[in-house]
């Protein structure tokens, strides 16, 4: 029976792709991995560039596909199959981070937080080694009490190869760093949402904050520790739904404030609020620790030195003015005192005397409109 893929006549192809210029819906559906490939490289430009096409990918099915995609499983991993699961994560990624709050909800809707949870927890039980110290410890059974049944190859070789389809099912996912990236990327943007918060919390198998907050740890790399902090904090924004309230920050608690403002916040970071004392100790050791990033005062330290500078101003401004008032009272006294000794000793002639006067005066004046000046200057600086 033919598969159900659609010839491209108009551009010589077997199968409908979406190119840079042309996107359709049935493209999506190609049962052939290289022309799904070639379509979903061209969907990601798209969905990067073009809001129109990321609304109609939420209209027309197009999302839910691209779900189903990457939820796909199967037991032979190639470069091919790499590529379409990473094309059309990329592709829901530039959905969810660029589109609007509605399109990010129907992102939520569509199911792919339990893939990036998947995603996040097999990164986590690798990093873990994949085992409890426990299980290696664990004593063998006496073959005694349970006595050994002989089992023929063709059965050992159908177990085995069940036990791997299984655990390739189970094991599926991406353990990349660019890929981890790319989860904590979207579930910060769609953490911005009450309602969205709110399914985090209760929606899934496990709370997607719990999740997160692992990757905030130390060891992780820079980028990835940023984002999930961001994730965290965004967790502890308040639900303007209810008032204004927000939740203890601890993921274990999950209270909520009965009026605004009742929950005590993190000294540190000023983010996290706590009902009690015993929740915010509990959160501490549980990760509350790795992104509780300290919170400086920058609005303060930056006003006191321009207060400071302000006062420094003032106070020169005023030693200036007093210096130049000071100066002006030793001129005019000294001018002053110049003429009583003048008007003592000079000669009795008239026309001297007259001209002489006459020349004390201008200097005076001159002198008079000098220190006018200066205090002008003052004044003005001030």
Known sequence: ???PNFSFPSQNRATICITSALYDRRALDC????????????????TSTSP???????LDGGLERLVRILLSASSRVDRLTSWKWTLAFQSIVNIGVRG???IRTKVVDAGVIPFILNILNNKTLKQKGNHHPSASHKPSLRRSTFPYVKIDSAQR?????????????DEQVFRREEDILLCLQLLAYLSKYAHIRELFHTAYSKDVFSVVEQFC????????QYWAGVIMRNACRKDETRG?????????CRKWETQPREFAKCRRCRKAKYCSKSCQSKAWADGHRWWCIERH????????????SVDTATATATTTTTATTTTTTTINNTSSGSNNNNEIHLPSRNSITSSISIEQGTESSNETSDNRTILMGVHMEL
């Open 31 to 46: 049962t052939a991995t290289l022309p799904l490939v070639n379509s979903l490289t061209h969907l990601a430009y798209l």
């Open 217 to 224: 740890n130390r060891i992780q790399p820079s980028p990835i």
């Open 157 to 169: 070789r159908h177990n085995r190869i069940h036990r791997e389809i299984k655990k390739n099912k």
């Open 52 to 58: 129109r096409i990321r609304e109609i990918l939420c």
């Open 297 to 308: 005062t920058s609005t303060l330290s930056t006003g006191i030195p321009t207060t400071h």
């Open 244 to 252: 204004g309230l927000r939740r203890c920050a601890n993921l274990s």
């Open 1 to 3: 029976m033919r598969e």
């Open 100 to 102: 609007t709050e509605q």
